[in-house]
């Protein structure tokens, strides 16, 4: 079965880092683009940022650029985003998502929370 | 950036009823369009890709259209399962990509 699945989300103070963690399954992650995708209420989905499947394309939206670093290992199939200066409006669900232009499989998402 | 303008935002319609949600892109976006599928407490599915190309699994009474900046998802025949929120997504050129603000699909 295609999985990804999340981790690393929590209650946070502005300000501070959180590294959030994606684990694939079931496809050969080194072929595939990824992304992180959020979600509030407020602001609906939100692309956040995407990884080529070599690296070598790295994009981040302009509300994290700078602050933000995603990574990916594809020996361990794994991805990450390296959060830091956290701010309020950075609330959100994550979500860890294949593909590079249209999505096609999605996480369950993971929560962070940034309030003092 | 280019926007994306969904409507209406919220629709009431019956089982049985043929459905259509509109996305207006900001700017051409050849048909770099994909719809996708939420419902509560759970993921977005993708539903279609390229504006009118059926993802693997989804029925065939979803189907989508369009190119340049107008776009349209239709339902041809709403099924209980079909109460979501809908969103449009462009996929134009290199990121940013950017989502519509949704449709939620209610029942009347």
């Known amino acids: 079965e295609v999985q990804l699945v999340e981790s690393g989300g929590g209650l946070v103070k502005p300000e501070e880092s959180l590294r959030l963690s994606c684990a694939a399954s079931?496809?050969?992650?080194?072929?595939?683009?990824l992304n992180w995708v959020r979600q509030t209420p407020g602001r609906g989905l939100e692309w956040v940022s995407s990884?080529?499947?070599?690296?070598?394309?790295?994009y981040y939206a302009d509300s994290v650029k700078g602050r933000f670093t995603i990574s990916r290992d594809n020996a361990k199939n794994s991805l990450f985003l390296q959060m830091n200066s956290l701010r309020a409006e950075d609330t959100a669900v994550y979500y860890c998502?294949?593909?590079?232009?249209?999505?096609?499989?999605w996480g369950k998402g993971t929560t962070v929370t940034v309030s003092s | 950036d280019i926007q994306m303008t969904q409507s209406p935002s919220s629709l009431s319609a019956s089982v049985g009823d043929r459905v259509t949600i509109t996305c207006r892109a900001s700017q051409s976006i050849s048909t770099y369009l994909n719809w996708y599928q939420q419902k509560p407490g759970k993921a977005p599915n993708l539903l279609i890709y390229a504006a009118s190309s059926l993802q693997s699994g989804v029925p065939s009474r979803f189907s989508g259209s369009g190119s340049g900046t107008d776009f349209t998802l239709t339902i041809s025949s709403l099924q209980p399962e079909d109460f979501a929120t809908y969103y449009c997504?462009?996929?134009?050129?290199?990121?940013?990509?950017?989502f519509g603000q949704g449709t939620k699909l209610e029942i009347k």
């Open positions: 079931g496809f050969t992650f080194s072929s595939y683009s």
């Open positions: 998502v294949r593909g590079m232009g249209y999505m096609d499989v």
């Open positions: 997504q462009q996929s134009y050129s290199t990121p940013p990509y950017t």
């Open positions: 990884i080529s499947s070599s690296t070598i394309y790295i």
